[in-house]
């Protein structure tokens, strides 16, 4: 079993700043990409920014200069730091890590796994 468990949303005014973590934990062997997505108000799910086991990451347009992924490999821990936040950014944010999970045969297996999503809020 893989449990991802993120914190750190909330209410915020415009220009603030939260910071957004999740946390995986289970038989995990290794770690591949980690992103970070988001549903506002009767929108689609949509991609905030990513980061890949090589290193690099990209972000939405939307997201480009305000927001910052980082990761903590030996914490199975993607963050999203979010700056200058704006009452379009109100949503349900999620997280998704590639994990490769230790099966019950010993085998390592790939798949994609969900934070619960936490609530972001920017408003006066």
């Known amino acids: 079993q893989v449990h991802l468990v993120e914190s750190g949303g909330g209410l915020v005014q415009p220009g603030g700043s939260l910071r957004l973590s999740c946390a995986a934990s289970?038989?995990?062997?290794?770690?591949?990409?980690m992103g970070w997505y988001r549903q506002g108000p009767r929108k689609q799910r949509a991609l905030v920014g990513r980061s890949t086991s090589g290193g690099s990451t990209n972000y939405a347009d939307s997201a480009k200069g305000r927001f910052t992924i980082s990761r903590d490999n030996t914490r199975n821990t993607v963050y999203l730091k979010m700056n200058n936040l704006k009452p379009e950014d109100t949503a349900v944010y999620y997280c998704r890590q590639g994990l490769v999970v230790r099966s019950d045969s010993g085998v390592g297996i790939l798949g994609n796994y969900w934070g619960q999503g936490t609530q972001v809020t920017v408003s006066s």
């Open positions: 289970g038989n995990i062997l290794s770690v591949n990409t």
